[in-house]
């Protein structure tokens, strides 16, 4: 700014010396010749001169509009337009763009809304404005990059509870406690610590309202229906809230009340064979070989080709990882989705060292457990391993080996789930031969690899198993 003002000043000191008379006497003659100036005498450079003077004072204005600085801009902007006007004329490319400059400042210093919105929250009425605020061409600043003082009236005490921050040329003005439920990693938190200055983030305005809207109340506006869901995804993951975004979106399950709302197109045509979700609502789909993806809003999907013929065995462990097993392929494939490779493959082998199969995955915060069967189906066992990178096996439970006619030992755990309240695994499984119907739940204490309870059948193959931890209850279906 300091450059731009000592340019201004020269400019206008090199103009002044081209209008300055210049005396100029006849030769041998006692009469005077009409006294001209430099600016008569070398038009093309005093016009040139005056051009270059406008284009910065157009530039100091804008920057002042930006600084809040908007008496300083107006004074600035005026020169240029009349400068321009008078070397140009009305209808010059130039002079029009310094004109649409003024309109713009001029509707910003007649044209300030006022909204009172009482806080419920924090019992006290805060004061927004709305300004529809200068842009230009100096808009190609990076996002959170400047940091404007306050003038033109708008003070700004470093002790006070609203905060102001300027976004793609919209100011806004907020509470410090409504950014801090954005989170401490948030950019929100970030503009809440801006003390004594305007942040600018340039981004999209008009979606910074509707997530400044979310943080407030907790849900969307309803004119966030008139933005793309995708659009609202890439602004909350800029700013760090895209959980808040989510959790907007999710309604109360009401098990009585399912309508069928979405029906997800996959690649291929085989069928369906294993689902699974993560916490943040993104949903993995096996189909033969194929894994396709889909994110929390079930509009963008990816799909992924893996080993496996058909995979029976699936487990989500992040948005962008999986862990993957089928029946008739050896071994637990952990796959990165986002880069389509096997990050790691883990494997049992038994006392003969034969290759294993995957029956059952399932998964706590800590651990990975997994279901193996040798290939010759003479063995099983459940692994548990730990799930930090990379992944290491724990300890090993429920190992059986087949001898004879035994067939209580050749049932292996076909489905595997945490009951955290009880810091227990269960694992079920059946089976149905020529000499009857067999099958068992089990309970089992990861840290000493006993079982705690069970339950075995005789006359029941049922089909699934699952535990409420909400309701204390083991759910059988036969």
């Known amino acids: 700014m300091e450059l731009l003002r000592l340019c201004t000043d020269a400019l206008e000191a090199t103009d002044q010396a081209f209008v300055t008379p210049v005396d100029k006497w006849?030769?041998?003659?006692?009469?005077?010749?009409?006294?001209?100036?430099?600016?008569?005498?070398?038009?093309?450079?005093?016009?040139?001169?005056?051009?270059?003077?406008?284009?910065?004072?157009?530039?100091?204005?804008?920057?002042?509009?930006?600084?809040?600085?908007?008496?300083?801009?107006?004074?600035?902007?005026?020169?240029?337009?009349?400068?321009?006007?008078?070397i140009c004329g009305e209808d010059h490319p130039d002079t029009i763009s310094a004109r649409d400059t003024l309109s713009k400042l001029t509707r910003l210093l007649?044209?300030?809304?006022?909204?009172?919105?009482?806080?419920?929250?924090?019992?006290?009425?805060?004061?927004?404005?709305?300004?529809?605020?200068?842009?230009?061409?100096?808009?190609n600043m990076p996002p959170f990059a400047g940091s404007n003082p306050f003038s033109n009236g708008f003070h700004h005490d470093?002790?006070?509870?609203?905060?102001?921050?300027?976004?793609?040329?919209?100011?806004?003005?907020?509470?410090?406690?409504?950014?801090?439920?954005?989170?401490?990693?948030?950019?929100?938190?970030?503009?809440?610590?801006?003390?004594?200055?305007?942040?600018?983030?340039d981004r999209d305005p008009e979606i910074f309202s509707i997530l400044l809207s979310l943080l407030r109340t907790g849900n969307l506006p309803s004119k966030a229906k008139?933005?793309?869901?995708?659009?609202?995804?890439?602004?909350?993951?800029?700013?760090?809230?895209?959980?808040?975004?989510?959790?907007?979106?999710?309604?109360?399950?009401d098990a009585f009340n399912l309508e069928k709302s979405l029906v997800l197109p996959l690649n291929g045509r085989d069928s369906p064979s294993a689902i699974s979700t993560t916490p943040c609502g993104s949903l993995h789909v096996a189909h033969g070989s194929k894994i396709t993806s889909f994110d929390?809003?079930?509009?963008?999907?990816?799909?992924?080709?893996?080993?496996?013929?058909?995979?029976?065995?699936?487990?989500?462990?992040?948005?962008?990882?999986?862990?993957?097993?089928?029946?008739?392929?050896?071994?637990?494939?952990?796959?990165?989705?986002?880069?389509?490779?096997?990050?790691?493959?883990?494997?049992?082998?038994?006392?003969?060292?034969?290759?294993?199969?995957?029956?059952?995955?399932?998964?706590?915060?800590?651990?990975?457990?997994?279901?193996?069967?040798?290939?010759?189906?003479?063995?099983?066992?459940?692994?548990?391993?730990?799930?930090?990178?990379?992944?290491?096996?724990?300890?090993?439970?429920?190992?059986?080996?087949?001898?004879?006619?035994?067939?209580n030992s050749a049932i292996p755990a076909t489905k595997l789930q945490w009951v955290s309240s009880h810091n227990l695994l269960m694992a079920s499984g059946s089976h149905s031969g020529p000499f009857g119907v067999l099958g068992n739940i089990k309970f089992w204490d990861i840290r000493s690899g006993n079982v705690v309870w069970e339950i075995k059948e005789n006359v029941d193959c049922f089909s699934d198993v699952t535990v409420s931890d909400n309701l204390s209850l083991c759910l059988k279906l036969a």
Not at 118 to 139: A, M
């Open 26 to 86: 006849l030769d041998k003659s006692l009469c005077w010749k009409p006294i001209q100036t430099n600016a008569q005498l070398n038009p093309c450079l005093w016009q040139d001169l005056a051009l270059a003077r406008a284009t910065v004072l157009e530039v100091r204005a804008k920057l002042m509009v930006r600084g809040g600085q908007f008496d300083i801009g107006d004074d600035l902007i005026r020169k240029a337009v009349f400068i321009r006007t008078s």
């Open 110 to 139: 007649t044209s300030i809304d006022f909204w009172v919105l009482f806080s419920w929250d924090f019992y006290q009425t805060v004061i927004l404005q709305d300004w529809s605020f200068f842009t230009g061409d100096i808009r």
């Open 158 to 201: 470093s002790n006070s509870n609203i905060v102001t921050v300027n976004v793609g040329g919209h100011l806004f003005q907020t509470t410090k406690q409504t950014l801090s439920l954005a989170g401490p990693k948030s950019l929100f938190s970030k503009i809440s610590n801006s003390n004594n200055v305007i942040p600018f983030i």
């Open 226 to 253: 008139s933005f793309a869901t995708q659009d609202l995804i890439f602004e909350s993951r800029f700013y760090g809230i895209e959980n808040l975004l989510i959790n907007s979106q999710s309604s109360p399950f």
């Open 296 to 407: 929390w809003s079930l509009q963008k999907k990816s799909t992924t080709l893996t080993q496996f013929t058909a995979i029976d065995s699936l487990l989500a462990l992040s948005p962008k990882a999986v862990a993957a097993g089928a029946t008739d392929f050896s071994g637990l494939q952990i796959i990165d989705l986002e880069k389509g490779f096997v990050k790691e493959t883990l494997n049992w082998e038994n006392v003969t060292k034969s290759g294993s199969t995957v029956q059952a995955i399932g998964a706590s915060h800590e651990h990975l457990f997994t279901s193996f069967e040798s290939s010759r189906r003479n063995s099983n066992c459940i692994m548990v391993y730990d799930l930090n990178d990379p992944i290491r096996p724990v300890t090993k439970i429920g190992h059986y080996e087949i001898f004879g006619a035994d067939l």
